[in-house]
């Protein structure tokens, strides 16, 4: 997909659990190609969008369609790729015995399995058993997994949280270069320096999108050259979202 089209477009997309809406009628656009950050506070109802991207959320309506197709076909498998915040590797394997088994799964091959590993730093710990992996450790294991296949979307939950700040920047520095290479990114973050990394920004409160542009563009909008104040005046309702 070329950089300058669109990766997810979203329209009217409301996701209810029991009687209760959690989204209320989302519209926006990813464009392709980029690092797009997800943020708001807890309980906004950022892994709910994540999860109805990927096709995993229930009673979802309206429309989301992800890759010009809608969210959740069985097509959209191998080119879509979800990070949970939980581990998603078995403990009880090694790294390199994971990531041979979802390459298996993909039909990736052995080449893609090193480059995954070195992309985030764990050749080294290839041969060590996942549950004996510190937090950190373990989620660079499920990024590496995510990796495996070239997928064209990368979603991604708070994938740097545990991490010391020399790793954030190298993981940083490879999610930039997956973009260039024009794989999209959507990367759900409570940091804001993170958020400046990021080309664009969703920003969620209480399941509604109040506002989206990039760093700066945000910024200038809350007259502020300050993104953690930006948030939480946009956050706080001092601004008309």
């Given at each position: 997909?070329q950089?300058?089209s669109?990766?997810v477009?979203?329209d009217?997309?409301t996701?209810s659990?029991?009687?209760a809406?959690?989204l209320?009628g989302?519209?926006?656009?990813?464009a392709a190609?980029?690092?797009t950050?997800l943020l708001?506070?807890?309980?906004?109802?950022?892994?709910?969008?994540?999860?109805?991207?990927?096709?995993?959320?229930?009673?979802?309506?309206?429309?989301?369609?992800?890759?010009?197709?809608?969210?959740?076909m069985?097509?959209?498998?191998?080119?879509v790729a979800?990070l949970?915040q939980a581990?998603s590797?078995?403990?009880?394997?090694?790294?390199?015995?994971?990531?041979?088994y979802?390459?298996a799964?993909?039909?990736?091959g052995?080449a893609e399995?090193r480059?995954?590993l070195?992309?985030?730093?764990?050749?080294?710990?290839?041969?060590r058993v996942?549950?004996?992996?510190?937090?950190g450790e373990?989620?660079?294991?499920?990024?590496?997994?995510?990796l495996l296949g070239e997928?064209?979307?990368?979603v991604?939950?708070?994938?740097t949280v545990?991490?010391d700040?020399?790793?954030r920047r190298?993981?940083?520095?490879?999610?930039?270069e997956?973009a260039a290479?024009?794989?999209?990114l959507?990367?759900?973050s409570?940091v804001m320096d993170?958020?400046?990394?990021?080309e664009e920004?969703?920003?969620?409160r209480?399941?509604?999108?109040i506002a989206r542009?990039s760093?700066?563009?945000?910024?200038?909008?809350?007259?502020?050259?300050d993104?953690?104040?930006a948030f939480?005046?946009l956050?706080?309702?001092?601004?008309?979202g």
């Open positions: 997909m950089r300058g669109f990766a477009h979203a009217g997309l996701v659990r029991g009687p809406e959690v209320h989302l519209s926006f656009e990813i190609g980029r690092v950050g708001g506070p807890s309980g906004c109802g950022k892994t709910t969008l994540m999860r109805a991207l990927v096709g995993v959320q229930r009673h979802v309506s309206g429309t989301l369609r992800v890759l010009g197709e809608q969210a959740g069985p097509s959209l498998r191998a080119r979800y949970t581990p590797v078995y403990g009880d394997l090694t790294v390199r015995e994971n990531l041979d979802f390459a799964i993909l039909g990736a052995a399995v480059q995954a070195d992309r985030v730093e764990l050749s080294a710990l290839g041969d996942v549950r004996r992996l510190s937090g373990q989620a660079r294991a499920s990024l590496a997994s995510a997928p064209q979307l990368l991604l939950d708070e994938p545990g991490l700040p020399v790793l190298q993981l940083w520095r490879l999610f930039a997956l290479g024009g794989t999209t959507l990367v759900s409570h993170e958020a400046r990394r990021c920004i969703l920003l969620l209480d399941g509604r999108l542009g760093p700066d563009e945000l910024a200038r909008r809350t007259g502020t050259e993104l953690d104040e939480l005046r956050v706080g309702g001092e601004l008309d």
